[in-house]
């Protein structure tokens, strides 16, 4: 039974350095991203092949060709099964995907051609989940469909305010497909969660800022848009890991 697995720890990482303090910090597997405040869009092949020779814990590659909603063109599409063939080749643990029709369903024709091109791989349906219009029968799609485990806020923000419908889904699906609580996930709401939902994975960003080692810095000029700093280096801090993961060894204890 899927209930009775180690409570497991996966990190949303952003960067190389950050997938590297994640392992440090005892990260079961990371979730390999570019763009996080765009949510998560897919790494550069560079980024994965290296991620995949210094990094002994899994990897899970995101599939997403841009930010913004989770309805792709054709191109787009066919972007996110190359991208999936080139994980494969290289042998990452898995990938991380999201499709849903324009209606506000799991899009389960090109969701099964995804897990059909994975060939074996783990897939992640993410939290493209909490945007449907239905969230109980998208949770049996993606069941039908053939991913392995599903990341989810519970239909909310975050997954403290979504706990509810998460320890449904758990109490639904947990013995069929695994699922993962994330945003918002830290070390001080993951007993509650834990409690509450009682489910054994958890999606945790563990994010810290590192100010850039420019020197000269432009003042009349800013790369990163609106509200963004491109002098605020975004990075996983390992010791935010290391304490997420001793809760979780102790809650696991205490089963």
């Known amino acids: 039974m899927l209930n009775n697995r180690k409570i497991s720890l996966e990190i949303c990482t952003g960067s190389i350095d950050s997938c590297l303090q994640a392992q440090k910090g005892g990260a079961d597997r990371v979730e390999l991203c570019d763009n996080l405040f765009e949510g998560g869009t ?43 063939i080139m994980c494969r080749k290289i042998g990452v643990k898995g990938v991380v995907f ?29 939290r493209a ?5 239905d969230y109980f029968h998208s949770a049996q799609d993606i069941i039908d469909c053939g991913c392995t485990r599903i990341l989810t806020s519970g239909q909310r923000n975050k997954a403290i305010q979504g706990m509810e419908n998460i320890s449904k889904l758990q109490q639904i ?60 280096i975004i990075q996983t801090d390992c010791e935010k890991v290391k304490k997420m993961r001793s809760i979780l060894d102790n809650l696991q204890t205490s089963l």
Not at 112 to 126: N, P, R, S, Y
Not at 129 to 133: E, G, L, R
Not at 176 to 203: C, D, P, W
């Open 42 to 84: 897919t790494p550069s092949y560079a980024t994965i092949v290296y991620a995949k020779e210094h990094l002994n814990i899994d990897i899970m590659v995101m599939i997403r060709p841009r930010g913004g909603d989770f309805f792709y063109n054709d191109i787009e599409f066919s972007l996110m099964k190359d991208d999936i």
């Open 98 to 126: 999201g499709i849903l029709t324009k209606e506000g369903d799991i899009d389960k024709t090109r969701t099964k051609e995804l897990v059909k091109i994975a060939d074996g791989m783990q897939t992640c349906f993410h």
């Open 129 to 133: 989940i909490d945007m449907t219009k």
């Open 173 to 232: 699906f947990g013995n069929q497909i695994e699922i993962m609580a994330g945003s918002g996930v830290n070390t001080e709401n993951i007993e509650e969660l834990f409690e509450k939902t009682k489910i054994r994975n958890y999606h945790f960003s563990a994010k810290k800022t590192i100010d850039s080692s420019m020197i000269f810095r432009q003042p009349n000029v800013s790369m990163g848009g609106k509200d963004l700093n491109e002098y605020d």
